[in-house]
């Protein structure tokens, strides 16, 4: 029979890749809980015109990497490839806003892109992300950053931080202009896509990774050189924040972005160490998302990271609970290790009742293979043997074996 395969850019995480996998989302939940933020669970699966209107209809994203498809009912939609848009579209939908104060919610899961699969880089990838809505002030854009380096340093993970202001929706538009001019003078170099960017969201071509592409926007105008006052001061507060936090950065007046709903400041968090998939984790300020898809003129920001790529990045795992495994050295005695597998366990003990049948000597032998650093024998006494010294200590109950597990800092 032929054997049936994953799917080309879809992964199985097991072993200790899934406990990599747990620690990076656990630890970034411990982070987000310190900081007070709340848990939404979103749906996979969405209109495709959320993203559309979010993340840009010119962006890569929307343009060659989305799953769309379409339901029994003639729904068209997209299993999302990113997390913002489901969070603003939920935040307007359920009345969020209405709650009063502001809001800070964070997610975790899946998402899904049509990419060419290469190392950190999948079709099926997660992220972590958190967003805040409802506070312009920049002590949020500063201590969300702040967050997400806190995150990268409880995992050990070295990042530059890179960050960037795309001014408000007026410098903006004034700085597209001047951009649009500038690449026409260029057009011929540019490839087919950014042609017609050039004409809808000229912006997105700086965001090319075609060559020519690249060559063409070399000397464009800066966007720095159209920021209205406003955002300038702005982008001063949130470095001063950041100083303050001792979080060091470097400004690149190149960092735009690849998804259109940014607004002022934008960052990103880039390792060397693994190759040309480095942006670990990255985000910015949206503020007109939320009016744009139908909602009350709120402020807001927010960030995603990449699991798979600081799973690459994670070289220490925190020290696992040692197994403690309990066989009974003949069928007769299974009644009683079933009470003894029951009582480590609920002393917290990682406790394996080895399950085989087969001698003594073969379940010793599985034991060992499972990874016990105790094995417990039972039979009219209990016999506890350290599988590392070999040396075997003898005890009449399990009170008294749960003292000996103390002494050995198993408990
Ligand atoms: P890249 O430039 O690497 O394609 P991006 O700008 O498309 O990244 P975002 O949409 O900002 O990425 O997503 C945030 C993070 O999610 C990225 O920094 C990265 O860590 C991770 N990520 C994005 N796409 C993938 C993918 N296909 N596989 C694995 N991780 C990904
Ligand atoms: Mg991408």
Avoid: W
């Avoid at 984790?281 to 402020?299: C, I, M, S």
Wanted: charged residues 35%; negative net charge.
């Amino acid at each position: 029979m032929s054997q049936i395969k994953k799917v080309r850019g879809f992964q199985d995480i097991y072993g200790r890749e899934a406990e990599k996998y747990r620690f990076v989302v656990d630890t970034a939940r411990d982070i987000f809980g310190r900081y007070n933020f709340q848990e939404i669970i979103l749906p996979f699966v969405e209109e495709v015109s959320l993203f559309e209107r979010s993340v840009g209809e010119e962006t890569d994203i929307v343009q060659k990497e989305m799953y769309v498809f379409e339901d029994r009912g003639g729904r068209k939609l997209a299993l999302r490839p990113e997390g913002t848009a489901s969070v603003v579209r939920a935040y307007i939908e359920n009345g969020l806003y209405a709650k009063g104060g502001y809001q800070k919610l964070f997610y975790e899961g899946a998402m899904f892109r049509y990419e060419r699969p290469q190392a950190g880089r999948y079709r099926q990838f997660h992220q972590i992300g958190a967003e805040i809505f409802g506070v312009s002030s920049p002590l949020a854009d500063a201590e969300l950053i702040k967050m997400v380096r806190e995150i990268l340093d409880r995992l050990n993970i070295e990042a530059r931080l890179e960050i960037n202001t795309l001014g408000d929706f007026e410098s903006r538009k004034r700085y597209t202009e001047k951009l649009k001019e500038y690449l026409k003078d260029r057009e011929e170099q540019l490839c087919e896509d950014c042609k017609r960017r050039l004409e809808r969201n000229p912006l997105r071509v700086l965001d090319c990774k075609v060559e020519g592409c690249k060559e063409a926007v070399g000397n464009a105008p800066l966007l720095s050189q159209f920021l209205s006052e406003e955002s300038k001061e702005r982008f001063e507060k949130v470095k001063e924040y950041l100083d303050a936090l001792g979080v060091d950065y470097t400004v690149n007046p190149s960092l735009v972005r690849g998804l259109d709903y940014y607004t002022d400041t934008v960052f990103e968090f880039v390792s060397d160490k693994i190759g040309a998939q480095g942006t670990v984790a990255a985000g910015g300020r949206y503020d007109n998302l939320v009016k744009e898809l139908g909602g009350p003129d709120t402020p807001a920001l927010g960030f995603a990271a990449g699991v798979e790529r600081l799973m690459l990045l994670v070289e220490k795992l925190p020290e696992e609970k040692p197994l403690v495994s309990v066989i009974p050295v003949k069928e007769d005695y299974n009644l009683k290790a079933l009470g003894t597998a029951r009582d480590l366990r609920s002393k917290g003990v990682r406790t394996e009742l080895i399950l085989k049948e087969g001698s003594l000597k073969s379940r010793m032998k599985t034991a060992g293979k499972m990874g016990s650093k105790f094995v417990v024998f039972v039979s009219d006494r209990l016999e506890l043997k350290d599988m590392e010294t070999g040396s075997q200590e003898e005890v009449g109950n399990t009170e008294s074996l749960i003292g000996l597990l103390e002494e050995k800092g198993v408990i």
